[in-house]
């Protein structure tokens, strides 16, 4: 069974720090990974998606690495703003070819708090 | 505007009294899926479907059950609810695997309480 890990699971930084988010899975047959983000009371919000045979995506100060292999993904936020605060998850996606390829399967996420 | 949306957004009623939570896209995605957020348990998936008629258990289908007799709707069906369903519920839909740019977009949620 697919376990998804993100560390840490909470993160306080000062305004205009580079800070990177990690997320480890235990099954490396995955379709994909995908980062998204929640805002308190709020649906969420998808950030970056990252095939199995990429490497990184990147969106604006946003930059997604995963290491299919080893089984592991991280999410790079450049010279933070106040207004990263938020929720931010991963999850897989099952392999394609599989019986598990609809299944998505999500971190805890990490809480982040930008202060000015 | 390309979406999900969820219907009701909020909802409180008793044990055993059957509801049904509804969900829609109108973006023609194959995929839809339906998925529980409680604290300290992060984000479950309950059932998925990846195309109309074709449906699937995810890890915490007990209590639940879905339809997806037309593309763009998946309603989430509790037959009798009770209180350790109490949740936020999540609908959301793709493209399917043979299709880039498959990325899940989320409803806004629905809050259900259940007495």
């Known amino acids: 069974k697919q376990e998804v890990t993100q560390i840490p699971a909470a993160l306080s930084v000062p305004e205009g720090e580079n800070l990177v988010l990690n997320c480890s899975f235990t099954?490396?047959?995955?379709?994909?990974l995908q980062w998204f983000r929640q805002d308190p009371g709020k649906g969420l919000t998808s950030l970056l998606l990252i095939q199995s045979s990429q490497r990184e995506q990147t969106s604006g100060r946003l930059n997604a690495s995963l290491d299919k292999s080893s089984g592991r993904s991280t999410l790079y936020i450049a010279a933070s703003q106040p207004g990263d605060s938020a929720t931010y998850l991963c999850?897989?996606?099952?392999?394609?070819?599989?019986?598990?390829?609809?299944?998505?399967?999500f971190g805890q996420g990490t809480i982040l708090t930008v202060h000015p | 505007e390309a979406q999900v949306t969820q219907n009701p957004r909020y909802l409180i009623t008793v044990t055993g009294k059957k509801l049904t939570v509804t969900c829609s896209q109108n973006?023609?995605?194959?995929?839809m899926s339906w998925y529980r957020q409680d604290p300290g348990l992060g984000l479950r998936q309950i059932y998925y479907?990846?195309?109309?008629?074709?449906?699937d258990k995810g890890d915490v289908p007990e209590g639940y059950k879905v339809s997806r007799k037309e593309k763009r709707n998946f309603p989430l069906i509790l037959e009798s609810p009770s209180p350790n369903q109490t949740s936020l519920y999540f609908c959301?839909?793709?493209?399917?695997?043979?299709?880039?740019?498959?990325?899940?977009?989320f409803g806004p949620g629905t809050r259900l309480t259940v007495l």
């Open positions: 479907s990846m195309n109309v008629e074709v449906t």
């Open positions: 959301a839909s793709s493209r399917n695997r043979d299709r880039v740019g498959n990325e899940q977009f």
């Open positions: 999850a897989v996606r099952g392999n394609a070819g599989g019986t598990s390829y609809g299944k998505l399967t």
């Open positions: 973006m023609n995605h194959e995929y």
């Open positions: 099954d490396s047959a995955i379709y994909n």
